[in-house]
């Protein structure tokens, strides 16, 4: 603490240094100085990044255009798959070198948002059961979210280097608050009632927590998850300031370029790849049943697959007693049936 | 177990609750204190200690295949006590006893088990898992014990049959109606085929067609099964109906203990009494009840000739009485093994009929 000799009482603070900038910058020190033990977790991690990139560019583009179209039928039924279909069609004819780009920027945000699930609902969980953590953790989160990603860029890369790990650090910690946040709202508004059957019929809470409230969370935690995946895309241009390839580093040098068609390429395909990701996660969200089915594999292609062979015997209906049971008296299940997709 | 079960059966009680208190607030072992010191009434309790009483110094016992129903409006605890049962709300002080083992004293796993397999909970929200089947949720109980799959569908089916539901096991409660969804809660009580039933106001919810129709499927069942139950309701006339002994709880405390008849002929004091008051005792009140005995009418009226009087026995309701004094103008001979016992007239069959007993000490 040094106080300069014109200390004034009407403007104590230009004359006030309390070292703060200075005791900061020691992380730099203690980073360098714990090089050891970071470099073999980051090479680790690496790995993995680049394992899911690999995968994802030895698919050719139009198989990999008709599995996620599939799996978005599977997932949030024809509709959405009709939307991905277009919009990953619309984002290979971006631009010849577009598709690569982008599943480098896919498998970073894949890595990234499954790294957010990892950390993040386990803390959603704990807020949710504590309410001490909550209001602990949260003036993190908020710092987490509003902080200038610009501010710990630096220390992250003098702690791990730069690359794809330090990407999905700085990715974690803009993007994973909103899971914790959720996940903890989830569970928090799961209807107490039935928690407290559960417990009347001799439920433990690791019982409790993995057969009522989770499931019954799921549709908010999955808001989160698509939270989570929205901004981990609108950090890629961020991360590629410290050496993330992909979309994101293709916008990078097309502005240092002053290229504003690059530019726009970049920034449409990031665009494109929210688009495909938030229709896919939202369909997850919302549950099958209200898209008119019992099981997960009564519809989609699985549920035509499997509904070929009971076609052929004897061109019966399709799910004749797993779907029509006694009447409803009030036609519920009726809608249901016609609402299907 | 086999020596727990053969005791009650010997006439320890099923259930027991031992000077059951619970408070709620801050500074809960100090209020308690002074509650025991001072004997402070509940508004003191409030304003001295800030802690407010749920259940207050309550002590009663349901013998085995007994229904026992505690009757109270909404906020005089009825709903906490019943919790105290399987421990889903801890007591203040005093103990509840199943079957002979002191409940508060039982470790998590021991408590989980009580739960899971010696007593089934009906709740008034129903309080079904939206996300799992009927079948799911019936099996429920079975399902956090380990029972395997295949056992314990077979288990619910039956469950599910018994309450009329067959065929429904594979649909998800909200396309069920809210008598339905009811009648999968009692499945669900049933299905681990607990000794006791804890029914939290399971009627309250539904319109009184539906609720009557339960309530009939109920005491079918109760009386195939045989189960110890504690019954809770705001209804009376739903206790009066269902239960074998009825306690009117009041701020906490249970104002009287007694059987469907006592409670309506014998009111403790005016809370009870406002409550009776618009019962029908036709099917409630016995003619042991309004009859005069026999001397103390022949002082009076002189002999009676026995030839064409009708005659019924002393527990006969007044509705069985009414239908026979209609046949005759002659007073109704009550007989106990052909032995005529005391006799009942027109007046005093109305008396009873309007609930002004006892008839003797009514003047002319």
């Not at chain 1, 993995?210 to 895309?233: C, D, H, R, W, Y």
């Not at chain 1, 979309?247 to 068609?261: H, I, K, P, Q």
Request: charged share 20%; proline share 5%.
């Amino acid at each position: 603490m040094a106080v300069g000799d014109a200390f004034s009482f009407l403007d104590p603070f230009s004359g006030l240094d309390l070292g703060i900038a200075d005791w900061a910058d020691g992380i730099k020190q203690w980073a360098s100085a714990n090089r050891g033990t970071i470099q073999p977790v980051k090479r680790a991690l690496n790995d993995g990044v680049l394992a899911v990139e690999a995968a994802l560019q030895s698919v050719p583009p139009v198989l990999m255009i008709v599995l996620l179209a599939l799996l978005a039928w599977q997932l949030s039924g024809r509709r959405v798959a009709v939307i991905v279909l277009a919009a990953l069609v619309a984002l290979g004819l971006l631009d010849p070198g577009a598709w690569a780009l982008a599943m480098t920027t896919l498998a970073i945000v894949l890595c990234s948002v499954a790294m957010c699930m990892i950390i993040g609902m386990p803390l959603g969980i704990m807020a949710a059961k504590s309410d001490r953590f909550e209001s602990a953790i949260r003036p993190v989160l908020d710092t987490m979210q509003t902080i200038p990603a610009f501010v710990y860029l630096v220390p992250v890369v003098m702690l791990v280097g730069i690359g794809n790990v330090s990407g999905v650090i700085v990715t974690i910690v803009f993007a994973v608050p909103p899971l914790i946040r959720l996940t903890s709202l989830g569970i928090r508004q799961v209807n107490q009632g039935v928690v407290e059957a559960a417990r009347a019929f001799g439920a433990s809470s690791s019982q409790i927590m993995f057969k009522v409230e989770l499931p019954l969370a799921m549709p908010t935690i999955m808001a989160g998850v698509n939270q989570t995946i929205m901004l981990s895309l609108s950090m890629v241009v961020i991360a590629s300031m410290i050496a993330v390839k992909g979309l994101g580093n293709e916008v990078l040098r097309a502005m240092g370029r002053l290229d504003a068609g690059k530019a726009i390429v970049g920034g449409l395909g990031i665009v494109i790849l929210a688009i495909v990701l938030d229709r896919i996660t939202q369909g997850v969200a919302q549950s099958g049943r209200k898209r008119g089915r019992r099981h997960w594999w009564q519809g989609g292609p699985v549920g035509l697959l499997l509904a070929i062979p009971e076609g052929l015997k004897g061109r019966r209906s399709q799910d004749g007693s797993a779907r029509r049971g006694p009447a409803t008296p009030n036609g519920k299940g009726r809608d249901n049936q016609e609402k299907e997709n | 177990m086999a020596g727990l079960s053969s005791r009650s059966r010997n006439g320890e009680p099923v259930i027991e609750c031992r000077k059951l208190w619970k408070m709620f607030g801050h500074d809960i072992e100090r209020a308690m204190q002074s509650v025991r010191a001072d004997s402070l009434s509940k508004e003191e309790v409030l304003e001295r200690h800030g802690c407010v009483i749920g259940v207050q110094d309550v002590s009663f016992s349901v013998e085995e295949g007994e229904i026992f129903c505690i009757m109270g409006l909404s906020g005089s605890g009825k709903s906490t006590l019943i919790r105290h049962v399987n421990r889903l709300i801890e007591p203040t002080a005093g103990e509840v006893w199943i079957e002979g083992e002191n409940v508060g004293a039982l470790g998590q796993a021991a408590l989980r088990e009580l739960r899971a397999s010696k007593t089934g909970m009906v709740f008034q929200n129903m309080a079904l898992m939206p996300h799992r089947t009927v079948r799911e949720n019936v099996a429920f109980a079975l399902e956090v014990r380990g029972q395997d799959r295949r056992s314990r569908t077979e288990v619910a089916d039956r469950a599910i049959d018994i309450v009329e539901l067959t065929g429904w096991g594979e649909r998800y409660p909200d396309e069920l109606s809210g008598g339905m969804q009811q009648r999968v809660g009692l499945a669900r009580a049933i299905a681990a085929d607990p000794r006791i039933l804890l029914m939290d106001e399971p009627f309250s919810a539904l319109d009184p067609l539906i609720r009557r129709q339960l309530q009939d499927q109920f005491m079918q069942l109760a009386g195939e099964m045989k189960k110890t139950t504690l019954f809770i309701t705001h209804d009376l006339d739903e206790a009066i109906r269902i239960g074998d002994r009825i306690a009117i709880m009041r701020d906490g405390i249970l104002v009287q203990v007694g059987t469907p008849e006592q409670i309506v002929t014998e009111p403790r004091d005016s809370y009870v009494a406002d409550f009776v008051a618009g019962i029908s005792k036709l099917d409630l009140v016995t003619a042991s009840r309004v009859m005069e005995p026999l001397a103390a009418f022949e002082a009076r009226e002189g002999r009676l000739s026995t030839a064409n009087s009708l005659t019924a026995r002393p527990d006969d309701s007044l509705d069985r009485l009414a239908e026979l004094s209609i046949r005759t103008d002659a007073p109704l001979i009550i007989e106990d093994d052909g032995t005529p016992v005391g006799v009942v007239d027109k007046k005093s069959l109305i008396r009873g009929i309007q609930g002004r007993l006892p008839l003797t000490a009514e003047p002319g």
